[in-house]
């Protein structure tokens, strides 16, 4: 007779989250490492399967839902934070994730999500940041550079761009991470560290469209030019960086500065000294500016990691004082309050 077994006792693995669908993105997509990662770090979660929730909204990141063996939904354009807030507050105990693009996320979808970030809702928002509109063959995007010539742009982009990062920081979301496509192991523990995170946590993942917009961030992954251009932020250490890690960061006031470290005049002891739990968010900011500015190196890693109470805990704890106050409500009376009349 086989023993019974739970499916809390069966060891997961990757493959266990592949589904039986091709994925559909283009040979060489930056899509794929996201995707490969995740499937790596959803078993070492300690979430059942069953609990899982992909949602997404419209884009090459969008088909994500496809492609994970769990529930999912994919929606329509820009709502895939709102749809995701829906499902986490109905059923709390659903790890409730969400896979959008640049493009999804910060244009027709940029109020939801802000919002959700400001709200504190307990999911995860992956948004895959190619800085151009992929799916629709190749117009600029809310996170473009100025200046970009696109098909919807042949003279040059007058827009100023999103910086996600510094979007997310400054509507209050509690984790704050960035990482890069082509750095597997990094992004894993980005995704595994948000995966743990009981409020709104986002990642930016920088990633190659190889097919419209490639090379946007070569400077960021080529061998020979990343670690000049690079920071990786690790909670508790100095700001260090460089091929031979000969180069730091200081804050001089609210001023950002690299320094040689070859220089006697500076040492370890002068760096910026990153905390990923500060309480207050301006150094956090100050960290999501570096991309804008010329001869500072590109963060990547946790830029903010605090704990508050979320918005789905503070809802249901408020209808349980209520009804224990007032008692279960009811809706034909609710209906028929008031100022309420009959046409005849």
């Known amino acids: 007779m086989a023993e019974n077994i739970t499916t809390d006792e069966i060891a997961l693995k990757p493959k266990d989250f592949s589904s039986s669908q091709d994925v559909r993105w283009c040979p060489g997509c930056g899509d794929y490492s996201i995707l490969a990662q995740i499937q790596r770090v959803s ?3 300690g979430v059942k399967k069953e609990n899982y929730v992909w949602i997404s909204g419209i884009g090459c990141s969008s088909r994500f839902p496809y492609y994970m063996d769990t529930y999912g939904m994919h929606g329509i354009h820009g709502r895939a934070a709102a749809i995701a807030t829906g499902v986490k507050i109905q059923n709390p105990e659903l790890s409730v994730w969400v896979a959008t ?3 999804d996320a910060l244009s027709i979808g940029g109020n939801h999500f802000i919002h959700a970030c400001r709200r504190n ?32 742009s042949p003279y040059g982009s007058i827009d100023y761009p999103f910086n996600p990062t510094a979007l997310a920081i400054g509507s209050d979301a509690t984790f ?5 496509d082509r750095d597997p192991k990094h992004l894993k523990e980005m995704i595994s560290r948000a995966g743990s995170h009981a409020g709104t946590a986002f990642i930016e993942v920088y990633q190659n469209c190889n097919i419209f917009n490639d090379g946007a961030f070569s400077p960021l992954t080529d061998k020979n030019t990343k670690a000049d251009n690079v920071l990786v932020l690790e909670n508790n250490k100095p700001m260090v960086f460089g091929k031979e890690n000969d180069k730091g960061v200081i804050l001089d006031g609210f001023t950002p500065r690299v320094v040689d470290l070859t220089d006697s005049k500076y040492s370890l002891d002068d760096l910026w000294v990153h905390n990923e739990h500060d309480i207050h968010a301006s150094r956090a900011h100050i960290l999501s500016q570096f991309p804008e500015f010329e001869g500072l190196p590109t963060p990547i890693g946790i830029f903010r990691h605090i704990d508050k109470p979320t918005y789905e805990h503070d809802l249901h704890q ?4 209520v009804i224990a106050k007032e008692g279960e409500g009811n809706l034909k009376d609710l209906l028929f309050s008031g100022n309420t009349w009959e046409v005849n």
């Not at 999911?123 to 919807?152: A, C, D, M, V």
């Not at 704050?176 to 890069?180: D, E, Q, Y």
């Open 43 to 45: 078993p070492e979660i």
């Open 121 to 152: 809702i307990g999911i995860k928002i992956i948004l895959f940041n190619n800085r151009i509109y992929g799916l629709t063959k190749g117009q600029y995007s809310p996170t473009s550079e100025k200046g970009k010539i696109t098909k919807s």
């Open 176 to 180: 704050v991470a960035r990482s890069i």
């Open 101 to 103: 693009g640049d493009g």
């Open 318 to 321: 408020q209808l349980k004082d």
